[in-house]
T-cell receptor, first 113, second 114 residues
Framework: NAGVTQTPKFQVLKTGQSMTLQCAQD?????MYWYRQDPGMGLRLIYY???????DKGEVPNGYNVSRLNKREFSLRLESAAPSQTSVYFC????????????FGPGTRLTVL | GENVEQHPSTLSVQEGDSAVIKCTYS??????FPWYKQELGKGPQLIID?????GEKKDQRIAVTLNKTAKHFSLHITETQPEDSAVYFC?????????????FGKGTHLIIQP
């Protein structure tokens, strides 16, 4: 069991470039989440997906899009990166039924110049 | 929406002493309160959680207390060890309210002095 995996681990972009962060989980979880972590800010929810085919906005969705490709995979896309999107991005997943624990991936460190 | 405040932002204790981290939440509907530990360069890992129908929960050297009336909860670590050094986050959510994510506090950097 690999748990939650994320690619890439590190990425540097120039302002205006686009990229997709990938996330996959092998725990057969229904819900998946994307958070960003900034120094002194804790983690903030960007988007989440309750199940395959559904997505909803979280606290800070502006500038991002997501795709729940299937039950395992949930991607985060930056269409036109901005320096304000420099952050560490974490993907997480949760079983939902009877369980509240969220399992986090190792993170993607993104720098936008 | 929910707002979670966490204090202190940095906590330094001598090895073997106890550490206490406190959080308050704003939404009385929140009923699930997890604590996460994050080591450098890694994702957060759940260490203990508590639900609103319980006032206290303990797991070896770690305990969490919840005061629903005052809307605050605390993490207690006893007999601290060097491997306890990390950033700790409290969080809150409304369990059973769908797939909404967690609302996190801003974190506490716990330093264990040898």
């Amino acid at each position: 069991n690999a748990g939650v995996t994320q690619t890439p681990k590190f990425q540097v972009l120039k302002t205006g470039q686009s990229m997709t962060l990938q996330c996959a989980q092998d725990m057969n979880h229904n819900s998946m989440y994307w958070y960003r972590q900034d120094p002194g800010m804790g983690l903030r929810l960007i988007y989440y997906s309750a199940s395959e085919g559904t997505t909803d906005k979280g606290e800070v969705p502006n500038g991002y899009n997501v795709s729940r490709l299937n039950k395992r995979e949930f991607s985060l896309r930056l269409e036109s990166a901005a320096p304000s999107q420099t952050s560490v991005y974490f993907c997480a997943s949760r079983v939902v039924t009877g369980k509240d624990e969220q399992f986090f991936g190792p993170g993607t460190r993104l720098t936008v110049l | 929406g929910e707002n979670v405040e966490q204090h202190p932002s940095t906590l330094s204790v001598q090895e073997g002493d106890s550490a206490v981290i406190k959080c308050t939440y704003s939404d009385s509907a929140s009923n699930y309160f997890p604590w996460y530990k994050q080591e450098l360069g890694k994702g957060p890992q759940l260490i203990i959680d508590i639900r609103s129908n319980v006032g206290e929960k303990k797991d070896q050297r770690i305990a969490v207390t919840l005061n629903k009336t005052a809307k605050h909860f605390s993490l207690h670590i006893t007999e601290t060890q060097p491997e306890d050094s990390a950033v700790y986050f409290c969080a809150a959510r409304i369990s059973g309210g769908g797939a909404d994510g967690l609302t996190f506090g801003k974190g506490t950097h716990l330093i264990i002095q040898p």
